[in-house]
């Protein structure tokens, strides 16, 4: 016999699926599971309190979930810490794999919308953010949020069964296996290897802004080299001596010279970048840049 099921667990903005990934969610300390709901091919329907879950109903049956892989794991999380008597089902079916098989929006609401043309809301599950398992099962709309889901789910096997092939079926289930298990790696020497990487990626860091700052000394001193006329405002210890005197490079390796005017050019802003110099003897005296 067919049987839908699904379970609503806390969350909240910070711990959720979505945030931290389904394997560190089931093991976080918050972990529980506040509502489950089944509904079977028979007509019968029963939603609650994980603890007081009817596992006769579900020994040796197919369970069918929207997300069949979110509400396995919540529910073998929830066995282990004692939330939720054990059961064993035959089989477990992800109806929102059929749906995708079939090109079908994945989530229930859109599966839903395109089967049957009609329109679920998700106002309830956002208004579970943040409350405790208490306030959760106390309240009627999310108990008959839960329920609605699991009938929802049964809809969507129901419409979709007959064109899901087996090899479908199958892929479907190893790929959840897999996941399940995981792969066997060396900690330790994945977390020199991360180490070692971070070091890596610090130097690099490190030398590219060195590289950066040489390579941008080196260009300015070329452009000193060439002897280029460049517009340039001009900062001075007395700007009224020194007003309106103009500057100009020589062609002479970092030299520049000033055509008038007795005071000492205390610095030279070019395109942003500051260029400090000396100067020899006024007042038509070689400037040589000192770049920093």
């Given at each position: 016999?067919?049987?839908?099921?699904?379970?609503?667990?806390?969350?909240?903005?910070?711990?959720?699926?979505?945030?931290?990934?389904?394997?560190?969610?089931?093991?976080?300390?918050?972990?529980?599971?506040?509502?489950?709901?089944?509904?079977?091919?028979?007509?019968?329907?029963?939603?609650?309190?994980?603890?007081?879950?009817?596992?006769?109903?579900?020994?040796?049956?197919?369970?069918?979930?929207?997300?069949?892989?979110?509400?396995?794991?919540?529910?073998?999380?929830?066995?282990?810490?004692?939330?939720?008597?054990?059961?064993?089902?035959?089989?477990?079916?992800?109806?929102?794999?059929?749906?995708?098989?079939?090109?079908?929006?994945?989530?229930?609401?859109?599966?839903?919308?395109?089967?049957?043309?009609?329109?679920?809301?998700?106002?309830?599950?956002?208004?579970?953010?943040?409350?405790?398992?208490?306030?959760?099962?106390?309240?009627?709309?999310?108990?008959?949020?839960?329920?609605?889901?699991?009938?929802?789910?049964?809809?969507?096997?129901?419409?979709?069964?007959?064109?899901?092939?087996?090899?479908?079926?199958?892929?479907?289930?190893?790929?959840?296996?897999?996941?399940?298990?995981?792969?066997?790696?060396?900690?330790?020497?994945?977390?020199?290897?991360?180490?070692?990487?971070?070091?890596?990626?610090?130097?690099?860091?490190?030398?590219t802004t060195e590289w950066r700052q040489a390579n941008l000394?080196?260009?300015?001193?070329?452009?000193?080299?060439?002897?280029?006329?460049?517009?340039?405002?001009?900062?001075?210890?007395?700007?009224?001596?020194?007003?309106?005197?103009?500057?100009?490079?020589?062609?002479?390796?970092?030299?520049?010279?000033?055509?008038?005017?007795?005071?000492?050019?205390?610095?030279?802003?070019?395109?942003?970048?500051?260029?400090?110099?000396?100067?020899?003897?006024?007042?038509?005296?070689?400037?040589?840049?000192?770049?920093?």
């Amino acid at each position: 016999m067919i049987i839908a099921f699904d379970l609503e667990t806390v969350w909240s903005k910070n711990y959720s699926v979505a945030k931290i990934g389904l394997d560190r969610y089931v093991k976080n300390p918050d972990f529980r599971v506040t509502l489950v709901s089944i509904v079977s091919e028979d007509g019968f329907e029963w939603v609650g309190e994980p603890q007081k879950l009817p596992v006769e109903r579900l020994n040796g049956h197919t369970l069918i979930s929207h997300n069949a892989e979110f509400d396995s794991v919540c529910a073998r999380a929830a066995i282990f810490r004692g939330q939720m008597p054990e059961f064993m089902p035959s089989d477990w079916i992800c109806t929102a794999d059929m749906a995708s098989y079939h090109q079908l929006p994945r989530s229930l609401a859109g599966a839903i919308k395109e089967l049957f043309n009609e329109e679920i809301s998700k106002d309830e599950r956002d208004a579970m953010a943040g409350l405790s398992a208490q306030e959760i099962q106390a309240n009627p709309a999310f108990i008959n949020y839960a329920l609605e889901d699991s009938r929802n789910c049964l809809r969507v096997y129901q419409e979709l069964d007959v064109g899901f092939p087996e090899k479908e079926r199958l892929l479907s289930s190893l790929t959840r296996r897999i996941a399940n298990r995981g792969l066997a790696i060396n900690g330790p020497l994945c977390q020199q290897f991360i180490d070692k990487v971070e070091k890596i990626l610090e130097d690099t860091d490190r030398k590219t802004t060195e590289w950066r700052q040489a390579n941008l000394a080196l260009q300015t001193y070329q452009k000193l080299i060439m002897g280029q006329r460049l517009a340039m405002r001009l900062y001075f210890h007395r700007p009224r001596k020194c007003k309106g005197r103009g500057l100009t490079f020589g062609r002479r390796t970092g030299s520049v010279s000033m055509s008038t005017g007795r005071s000492i050019c205390h610095r030279i802003v070019w395109n942003g970048l500051k260029i400090y110099y000396s100067s020899t003897t006024p007042p038509l005296g070689m400037w040589r840049a000192t770049i920093f």
